[in-house]
């Protein structure tokens, strides 16, 4: 059966039902309807501090991995030793959606439902975004339209407006806003946006609004940054954004805890759930399981060196999710025949695992790796990825929840608790107060495993302007492929010792962090030759169908 069927036979608890699991009274959310709720996270205010999973991955294949079907699994799996766990995940994007990737609520027997409601619409966080972007776009018009008091340089405005549709017409475009001032913009993905990032990134709604205003549209005519509180603006972003802040409560096919909110892709922006999301699942529950887009070359160094920096999160294990079929695709198998055995291909994509256990052992030892199970895996080819584990003093466990739901992880659960139970070793990768060149460096070298690093007389200009304003002390996100640990998607497996070029730098002084563009990287995506919204459709009955 597709996803959406196996979604559609599941009976589904009331949601008042789900928040009693995690001790929440209905006076402590908002029901939108029977299945889905928003938790008032401002009126909890104490609680017990849970350990943290974070579940990641080496880099996938065009079509995902699985690590939010195995995020979901191993909350299931903890649910069934007795533990109580919530999972915190992100909302996906309608982008990915109509695009190719499909959606972001896990597969088979391990989903979150209404699966249909969160893949879409959901409760309108993501417009809310959109919105608050875009009334930013505006206000920057206006400003100019009537009169430019702040003396704002059109020539060096940055900000861009947004859309969670991936259209590649809108990645430039030109704007009148009077006869005689046409101004270059463009739009990015909504899940690019800094105000994403913003939403995600800010503890409480105080905070957010103070972020809102920090966000730098431009330069004046002295070259001295204008902010988005110049244009007296921040108070009415916060307006728009106050009841989608409060994170989203649904369920899997099991009827467990699922918290979701905010969606910034990894390969673009951080990559991550929003703090208020995981620290509301870390006072709730004694285990929360969260989940970082694409490898843990993007994602999880993201997790880390910019999460849990700014929320002072520490780890207490990671998944690194692997596959047969991503082995098999790193070690140079064509996509066509990625589910045939051929184990050749699969050792020479070992590599690929090798990078990522020993990028992961940098910021903690608390590393299990996880085999997400396919139909097509056999016990030989499992054998050589066990084995290779072994030599490299990695656990090892495998995930079979997309057949089996959360009994496919029971093995995998008992050793994330255990693991839970050890010391704390986490450390992040580098020291904030250190320059933006050794930052870029340190994670270049260390992560991707580049020789050299060059710039751009572009990105040269940009990080003198950065130092100048005085915001260089600043974590660093990389924008950069996620097929490969390098920045050039045609580089598998393990690539070392090439030069990453620093084409573009780009200040987020609102969500705090420098974004460095590698490689090809677009902000706004296109939509592949076959979409998948030629398969979604309306059935006879009204039933949305296609959706997966």
Not at 517 to 539: A, C, R, S
Request: hydrophobic share 40%; with cysteine.
């Amino acid at each position: 059966m597709k996803d959406i069927e196996i979604s559609n036979l599941c009976i589904k608890k009331d949601i008042v039902e789900v928040a009693k699991s995690l001790g929440l009274d209905e006076d402590l959310i908002t029901t939108y309807g029977k299945y889905k709720a928003k938790i008032k996270a401002n009126d909890i205010m104490q609680g017990k501090k849970g350990k943290l999973i974070l579940v990641t991955a080496i880099n996938p294949t065009p079509y995902g991995e699985g690590k939010t079907t195995v995020t979901i699994g191993l909350v299931d799996a903890l649910r069934h030793i007795e533990e109580n766990a919530v999972g915190v995940l992100r909302e996906p994007s309608l982008g990915p959606v109509f695009g190719l990737k499909g959606g972001a609520t896990g597969g088979g027997y391990s989903q979150v439902i209404p699966m249909e409601d969160i893949n879409l619409h959901f409760n309108g966080d993501l417009h809310a975004i959109t919105s608050c972007n875009n009334l930013i776009a505006a206000a920057i018009d206006n400003h100019l339209y009537n009169g430019n008091s702040l003396k704002i340089d059109p020539e060096t405005i940055t900000f861009r407006r947004c859309l969670d549709i991936n259209d590649r017409s809108l990645r430039e475009i030109q704007t009148s806003i009077n006869s005689n001032l046409l101004s270059k913009t463009g739009f990015d993905i909504t899940a690019a946006s800094e105000v994403m990032s913003i939403f995600c990134l800010s503890k409480d709604l105080a905070e957010l609004k103070n972020n809102l205003g920090n966000i730098i549209i431009g330069n004046n005519m002295e070259g001295k940054p204008v902010y988005a509180k110049d244009l007296k603006i921040e108070g009415a972003l916060a307006v728009l954004l106050k009841d989608a802040f409060d994170p989203n409560l649904v369920q899997t096919l099991e009827n467990n805890p699922i918290i979701i909110h905010g969606g910034p892709f990894a390969n673009i922006a951080h990559g991550c759930n929003s703090l208020v999301a995981t620290n509301l699942g870390l006072k709730l529950a004694d285990y929360v399981v969260t989940e970082a887009g694409f490898g843990s070359d993007l994602g999880a160094e993201k997790f880390m060196d910019i999460k849990c920096r700014k929320g002072n999160l520490k780890p207490d294990c990671i998944v690194l999710t692997v596959t047969i079929r991503a082995l098999k695709y790193n070690g140079g198998s064509v996509e066509e025949e990625i589910n045939n055995v051929n184990i050749e291909y699969l050792k020479k994509g070992l590599p690929n695992l090798e990078v990522h256990i020993n990028n992961m052992k940098k910021f903690t030892s608390h590393l299990i790796v996880c085999l997400n199970k396919f139909s097509t895996d056999t016990d030989e080819e499992i054998d050589i990825i066990r084995t290779f584990c072994n030599n490299n003093l990695v656990q090892f466990s495998i995930s079979e929840t997309y057949i089996k739901g959360g009994i496919g992880a029971l093995a995998l659960a008992d050793k994330v608790r255990d693991m839970c139970g050890r010391e704390n070793d986490f450390k992040l990768l580098y020291d904030n107060n250190s320059s933006i060149t050794s930052k870029i460096d340190k994670i270049c070298k260390e992560i991707y495993h580049a020789g050299t690093i060059s710039y751009t007389d572009k990105a040269l200009k940009k990080i003198e302007y950065i130092n100048k304003i005085e915001a260089n002390e600043l974590p660093i996100c990389i924008a950069k492929t996620q097929y490969s640990i390098s920045d050039d998607p045609k580089k598998l497996g393990y690539p070392k010792d090439f030069e990453v070029i620093v084409k573009d730098i780009h200040l987020n002084a609102g969500a705090g962090f420098i974004t460095v563009f590698l490689g090809k990287i677009l902000t706004m995506p296109g939509l592949p030759k076959k979409p998948n919204y030629e398969m979604i459709d309306l059935d006879e009955f009204g039933n949305i169908v296609g959706l997966f």
